[in-house]
């Protein structure tokens, strides 16, 4: 049975910490870009290709729960899935995770919606009926609509 997460894993830039060597809250958001870019690039998708046939899928919505640290020079892992793939909307989860310790760090969930370069909604099923049913397959629907942990 094919995985419905995808894992991308990295460490903490020293740039990336506050003086603390604490990760700061807004580099959680790059995070969950990087976990879902890297998580359609494994599906055989490109948000480039999306975009150079003229959709866009911006974040409308952002949710972060943080739980524990990360700290500098902390190699994580960025689990994502999808939690929700409707006409005009995308709904991902994520979980971070320190690798060495496999401990939780944080859990989150990012909205998006399709749109055109005029940041009109597009119905993404009608456009592109294969790439909408390869997301739509990553739904585990035992978990459709719930939080990723």
Not at 104 to 125: A, C, P, Q, S, Y
Request: charged share 30%; aromatic share 10%; with cysteine.
């Amino acid at each position: 049975m094919k995985s419905k997460t995808f894992a991308t894993s990295f460490r903490v830039r020293y740039q990336e910490t506050d003086q603390m060597g604490v990760a700061h809250h807004s580099v959680y958001a790059a995070w969950f870009e990087v976990g879902r870019t890297e998580m359609i690039r494994q599906l055989g998708i490109s948000y480039k290709e999306l975009e150079e046939q003229g959709v866009l899928l911006p974040v409308v919505d952002l949710h972060c729960r943080f739980l524990q640290p990360a700290h500098y020079d902390d190699e994580i892992t960025v689990v994502t899935r999808v939690l929700e793939a409707a006409k005009a909307k995308l709904t991902f989860g994520y979980k971070v995770i320190r690798t060495a310790d496999d401990v939780l760090l944080t859990t989150g969930k990012t909205i998006h919606l399709w749109v055109d370069h005029e940041m009109k909604r597009v119905n993404f099923e009608r456009r592109f009926p294969e790439v909408f049913r390869v997301l739509s397959a990553q739904i585990d629907t035992s978990r459709k609509n719930k939080t990723i942990t």
